[in-house]
């Protein structure tokens, strides 16, 4: 193995260890979920579709994160988290990975995006990014990487909607008998990861014409607004075993039973799905040109 190799991995393991150590609001559907979503993307787009991103990944270089891989749709899915890492760099970004709603309000799309600078604004401009053919490919991989990250972001509902307390991380968690969580971090990572991992029925397939009708379609508004309603009409009373959760002051500590497990892991599983489909539905707009 040559310096500069060795030198790019130390980079890669400095980076995740950085973001490993950053507060749990930082990192959104741990890395296993986005990257499935990327794999399902990648068996549901169009075959033209597919051959623009693969070129569009030789531009990484003209990235100048190194230390953040982007190589792949995987990588990609993965990539706004990485560089967060790096802060000086990119601090800016961190917004753009959630737009909460109050679950005891009613949903307002326009609310909470100053200057636009939340997910729903930032999935609807790197879209634009992306099918624009007049930027340079680096510019538009950038985008892309944006895009498939953020697409993702907005399926889990609690970067949608919450109760006064940051997505559910201020609120301290046990996930069954294991305790160190928060609600947020549960969703993020052993409830999803839960969902998406039985081998006897894959998430990462090609879906059928009609599955993908049923799962797929709509905006990003529209996807806004599905997560903060499970979030007010699911998480939050499964999790407090309470249906008046807006007339009362829920715990700052939770304990999820197994049954509220084995309630939510269908709901987790399905919008992993519906984000890696409509990640397909975005990339085919951006990426085929119309006939």
């Known amino acids: 193995m040559g310096d500069r190799a060795i030198r790019t991995g130390w980079l890669r393991l400095a980076a995740l260890?950085?973001?490993?150590?950053?507060?749990?609001?930082?990192?959104?559907?741990?890395?296993?979920?986005?990257?499935?979503t990327a794999r399902i993307a990648e068996a549901n787009i169009t075959p033209e579709?597919?051959?623009?991103?693969?070129?569009?990944?030789?531009?990484?270089?003209?990235?100048?994160?190194?230390?953040?891989?982007?190589?792949?749709?995987?990588d990609a899915s993965v990539w706004p988290d990485c560089i967060r890492g790096d802060r000086v760099r990119w601090a800016y970004t961190s917004p753009w990975h959630y737009r909460t709603t109050p679950i005891?309000?009613?949903?307002n799309p326009r609310a909470n995006c100053p200057d636009g600078n939340c997910v729903t604004a930032q999935i609807?401009?790197?879209?634009?990014?992306l099918a624009d053919r007049s930027l340079p490919d680096h510019v538009r991989l950038e985008a892309l990487a944006f895009?498939?990250?953020?697409?993702?972001?907005?399926?889990?509902?609690?970067?949608?909607?919450?109760?006064?307390?940051?997505g559910g991380n201020d609120r301290k968690a046990t996930y069954g008998i294991k305790p160190g969580y928060n609600l947020h971090s549960?969703?993020?990572?052993?409830?999803?990861?839960?969902?998406?991992?039985?081998?006897?029925?894959?998430?990462?397939?090609?879906?059928s014409p009609a599955e993908r009708a049923e799962l797929g379609g709509g905006t990003a508004v529209d996807w806004g607004r599905e997560s903060w309603q499970i979030a007010r009409d699911f998480i939050y009373p499964t999790a407090f075993e309470t249906d008046n959760v807006c007339?009362?002051?829920?715990?700052?500590?939770?304990?999820?039973?197994?049954?509220?497990i084995i309630a939510g892991v269908p709901v987790a599983r399905r919008r992993v799905v519906q984000a890696g489909l409509r990640i397909a539905e975005l990339l085919d707009t951006a990426l085929v040109p119309k006939r």
């Open 124 to 129: 609807e401009r790197n879209h634009k990014l």
């Open 186 to 207: 549960i969703w993020d990572g052993p409830l999803a990861e839960r969902a998406i991992s039985d081998p006897a029925d894959p998430v990462v397939r090609r879906y």
């Open 17 to 36: 260890a950085l973001l490993a150590a950053l507060p749990a609001e930082a990192s959104a559907w741990g890395f296993y979920a986005h990257r499935q």
């Open 104 to 107: 005891c309000e009613d949903y």
């Open 247 to 260: 007339e009362a002051d829920l715990p700052m500590n939770v304990t999820l039973s197994q049954e509220a």
């Open 147 to 166: 895009l498939v990250h953020f697409a993702g972001d907005i399926h889990m509902p609690l970067h949608s909607g919450d109760k006064d307390d940051k």
């Open 49 to 74: 579709a597919r051959a623009e991103v693969r070129r569009l990944l030789r531009a990484e270089r003209m990235i100048g994160t190194p230390q953040c891989a982007l190589q792949s749709l995987q």
